[in-house]
């Protein structure tokens, strides 16, 4: 079996944002080495890591796979090798939208104690409405002791316990069988991660099938356990999303500002970012340096986050961040966990921008390191926006080169926003949606997610493919990278994409009030998708499991072990999904069988790999047009297309 390397675009035209291709001439000229000048350096990459035959699992290896060596030193063969590389992927996957939410657990339990003056319980409903949902008492107590009781439970689902996971009970009923009699519903995240490091360590698991069975297991403790509870402690803390509107890319960084970026995925920071930099004190103190105002912008995840509850701009996506430093205008980059890039550290040398670290988990070399402390959130939010202040002097204004690229933006779909915009003020449903699949205006509804990478020309797919979506009639729910890439292309403005949605998606769109593409957060903010499927699903009408929906997942730029994880964890819940470039598993026909085919037979969900966007659609549409045959909700449709002779006919009694 053979993989073909993706081409690699050309230097110009490295993504469809014009933004993003003008800085990196910039940096070509400059001689500034970029994301894409160190994939050029690394090619060809190696193939046995692509086809996943390499293994280094143990110290007799490391080993590979060969025509003439089919099995590693202790007897592995291709399927066991590549089977064990794609679950380790998901045990990392999973560690880290899962610590992310034991953050953010930890932080609820913090204000629930009064140990910090800065945060609060923003969204009460919220909190009182997860308290029910998970039987902890709420007559006659106050937020802060149900919090603390909400924070004890949520923190118990790290660890094993005899019972499956308690947040599993938001899937659907039948789903949740389906998992027990597949005994692949999870008893605890960390554990479901441990597990994987066991099964995979050398000599312990070696039959593929059951390995990859393993892996949806632990998929689900990242999907409907640990990024559940991330997606739900933000809204109690920091308040549920509602739609607002900003910009996106670049050009959102102000020539006459103080430009401060967020980059990383823990809002817990930039929310205290966001309120410190209308503080009157320090606005005045910026004006003495000579800025007009502070800007806080974001990149990546904690970016969708602060735009979806401060409505503040964004800078740019993932393969964004090297060019944001480059426009010699950005004051100080704050920096957390994840998609962090260590280049970093070699870009800032060259400008006056100050790179700072503030996980305790995760240092940035070249990084000044300022551990984030909840407890003083305010008092170090005002302290790094004085440093940037202090850094705005610094900047040398001959070598400021901010692109003239932003668009207009609406964001911040949750599910309860959903339920409103649908539902009216006085009732909640999702009924009008239901409706509108029914009787075929809009034909089912696709979320896509994930990364942008190098090998990938930058924004191409994600835009492309949500356009063809659209176009078709199908509601696009978006997060993460691809929702700023949406973003960017201006598919986010509800008006642009109207224009270019199908007849039946756009005269829904009108009447509720609703964009043809929902931005609904960052990547841990799947779970609102999964959630979104659910509530389609209880509506009525429309089967029993989250396998009979005309609903389908895509990942078309990812690059993320996190992208694994989600891919596993909507096929776990039974969704088609179709990544623009392959798992890790060419190398063995089995599991690429397993994956691709027979998944669909034990969980009804299954992965298809497709570059093309718009064949990835269309292989979506095939999918979706499946179920709902399958519904038979596309019989009425053809009744209605009869001709007077048919229909003579069908009024002719023959029996
Ligand atoms: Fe990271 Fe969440 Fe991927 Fe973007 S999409 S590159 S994981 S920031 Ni999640
Ligand atoms: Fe080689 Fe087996 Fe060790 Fe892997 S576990 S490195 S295949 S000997």
Not at 454 to 473: D, F, G, T, W, Y
């Amino acid at each position: 079996m053979s993989t073909t390397l993706p081409k690699s675009p050309a230097k110009e035209t490295v993504s469809v944002d014009p933004a993003t291709n003008e800085m990196v001439v910039i940096a070509n000229n400059s001689q500034m080495s970029t994301v894409w000048d160190r994939y050029a350096a690394q090619k060809p990459q190696c193939k046995f890591g692509m086809e996943g035959i390499c293994c280094k699992i143990c110290h007799m290896g490391p080993c590979r796979i060969t025509p003439k060596a089919k099995l590693g030193i202790c007897g592995a063969d291709a399927d066991t090798i590549s089977a064990r590389n794609v679950l380790r992927e998901i045990a990392a996957g999973t560690a880290a939208h899962s610590d992310h939410g034991r953050m953010l657990v930890r932080a609820l339990k913090m204000v629930a104690q009064g140990k910090s003056k800065d945060y609060k319980i923003s969204d009460p409903k919220c909190l009182q409405a997860a308290a029910s949902e998970f039987e902890i008492e709420t007559a006659g107590r106050t937020d802060l002791e149900i919090a603390n009781d909400l924070a004890d439970f949520f923190m118990s689902q790290f660890a094993w316990s005899e019972e499956p996971n308690a947040t599993l009970k938001l899937a659907p009923k039948k789903r949740q069988e389906l998992w027990k009699k597949l005994d692949i519903a999870p008893s605890g995240i960390d554990s479901s991660v441990v597990e994987l490091m066991h099964r995979t360590n050398m000599g312990v698991d070696h039959n593929y099938h059951h390995l990859i069975m393993g892996g949806l297991k632990c998929s689900l403790a990242d999907g409907w356990v640990g990024s559940t509870i991330a997606t739900t402690v933000s809204d109690i803390l920091f308040g549920t999303p509602k739609p607002v509107r900003s910009r996106v890319n670049l050009g959102v960084l102000a020539e006459d500002k103080v430009n401060i970026i967020v980059h990383g995925h823990e809002p817990t920071l930039s929310e205290m970012l966001a309120v410190a930099s209308q503080d009157e004190e320090l606005l005045a103190y910026a004006r003495s340096k000579g800025a007009n105002g502070i800007n806080v912008a974001g990149i990546c995840c904690t970016a969708n986050e602060v735009l979806m509850r401060h409505g503040l701009p964004i800078v740019g996506n993932f393969l964004q961040q090297e060019l944001a430093i480059m426009t010699g205008a950005v004051e100080v980059m704050i920096v957390d966990v994840q998609c962090v890039m260590p280049s970093l550290a070699h870009v800032v040398k060259c400008f006056h921008t100050e790179l700072v670290s503030t996980s305790e988990i995760a240092q940035s070399m070249g990084a000044e390191q300022m551990t984030f402390d909840a407890k003083n959130g305010y008092a170090q939010a005002s302290l790094l926006i004085r440093k940037a202040i202090d850094n705005f002097e610094r900047r040398e204004k001959s070598r400021v080169h901010i692109p003239n690229e932003s668009m207009e933006v609406v964001a911040g779909f949750s599910n309860e926003t959903i339920f409103h915009m649908l539902g009216g003020h006085f009732r909640k449903t999702f009924r009008p949606l239901n409706d509108a699949i029914i009787d075929g205006r809009i034909r089912g509804v696709v979320g896509i997610v994930g990364c942008t990478n190098p090998k990938i020309q930058s924004n191409s797919a994600h835009v492309k493919l949500a356009e063809e979506l659209i176009k078709r009639n199908v509601l696009v729910l978006s997060t993460g990278c691809s929702a700023i890439a949406c973003g960017e292309a201006g598919l986010l403005t509800p008006e642009a994409a109207l224009a270019m949605a199908g007849e039946g998606l756009r005269e829904v769109c009108d009447v509720v009030g609703i964009p043809p593409v929902l931005h609904m957060g960052s990547c841990v903010d799947n779970s609102r998708i999964l959630m979104a499927a659910t509530n389609v699903l209880l509506e009525g009408g429309l089967g029993e499991d989250l396998s009979d929906l005309p609903v389908a997942g895509a990942a078309p730029e990812w690059m993320s072990e996190k992208a694994v994880a989600i891919g596993h964890y909507f096929v776990a819940s039974g969704l088609y999904v179709v990544l623009g470039h392959p798992l890790y598993v060419a190398g063995s026909e089995n599991v690429d069988r397993l994956l691709r085919e027979e998944m669909e037979d034990i969980t009804g969900g299954k992965f298809e790999w497709e570059p093309d966007p718009v064949m990835a659609a269309d292989k979506i549409m095939a999918h979706i047009e499946k179920k709902r045959d399958a519904l038979r909700i596309n019989v009425k449709k053809e009744r209605k297309v009869l001709g007077m002779k048919e229909r003579r006919e069908l009024n002719e009694c023959k029996h």
